[in-house]
């Protein structure tokens, strides 16, 4: 059975960091693109990064560029969301999902059960 | 960026109902399209990949259809399992963008 369990979610100041973590098991991890995709409260989806199999390429909705950074690690099936200069409107719930499709640009067919990322003083 | 639009927002429906959810992308994507259900506090769930491909064990009532940039997503015969909010997706491209959603609540 895949699962995906995202952990590292949490209260933190504007301008504050946070990393996320989300532990993979029941597919073969190194073989997929993965992805963070995240929903503000009462609000729709948004992608935020995709990473590629071995980590040598990465995109970014355009509002974290510069401030996250998405980067996995295939021999302990994990993948993580450095999130550095936080804003209120970050606040939402990340979600990791893999991805199948063309390189970067695929569907999320199995999403972990997301973490709540809260930017608030 | 390619911006997807979705109607209704949100629809109000009955258990045997057919439900039609449209969705318009502002430029060609091909099939590239997809369609995920999401109910509260849960996590969204694939139902159909390429505008028509229906994901394994997703129920039959489920299908999808395209015509140029505009794509429907048919809930043929309306569950009770079914009340949900329904987001379509466009992979034809980064950045990777979501339709704001249809909300399928109870008539």
């Known amino acids: 059975e895949v699962q995906l369990v995202e952990s590292g979610g949490g209260l933190v100041q504007p301008g504050g960091s946070l990393r996320l973590s989300c532990a993979a098991s029941?597919?073969?991890?190194?073989?997929?693109?993965m992805s963070w995709v995240r929903q503000a409260p009462g609000k729709g989806l948004e992608w935020v990064a995709n990473i590629k199999q071995d980590g040598s390429e990465k995109y970014y909705v355009d509002s974290v560029k510069g401030r996250f950074t998405i980067s996995r690690d295939n021999a302990k099936n994990s993948l993580y969301l450095q999130m550095n200069s936080l804003r209120a409107e970050d606040t939402a719930v990340y979600y990791c999902?893999?991805?199948?499709?063309?390189?970067?640009?695929?569907?999320?067919?199995?999403w972990g059960q997301g973490t709540l990322v809260t930017v608030s003083s | 960026d390619i911006q997807m639009t979705q109607s209704p927002s949100s629809l109000s429906a009955s258990v045997g109902d057919r439900v039609t959810i449209t969705c318009r992308a502002s430029?060609?994507?091909?099939?590239?399209l997809n369609w995920y259900q999401q109910k509260p506090g849960k996590a969204p769930k694939l139902l159909i990949y390429g505008a028509s491909n229906l994901l394994t064990g997703v129920p039959s009532r489920f299908s999808g259809r395209a015509s140029g940039t505009d794509f429907t997503l048919i809930i043929s015969s309306l569950q009770a399992e079914d009340f949900a909010t329904y987001y379509c997706?466009?992979?034809?491209?980064?950045?990777?963008?979501f339709g704001p959603g249809t909300k399928v609540d109870v008539k």
């Open positions: 997706q466009q992979s034809y491209n980064t950045p990777l963008t």
């Open positions: 029941g597919f073969t991890f190194s073989s997929y693109w």
């Open positions: 430029q060609s994507i091909g099939s590239h």
């Open positions: 999902a893999s991805l199948l499709g063309i390189a970067a640009a695929g569907y999320f067919d199995y």
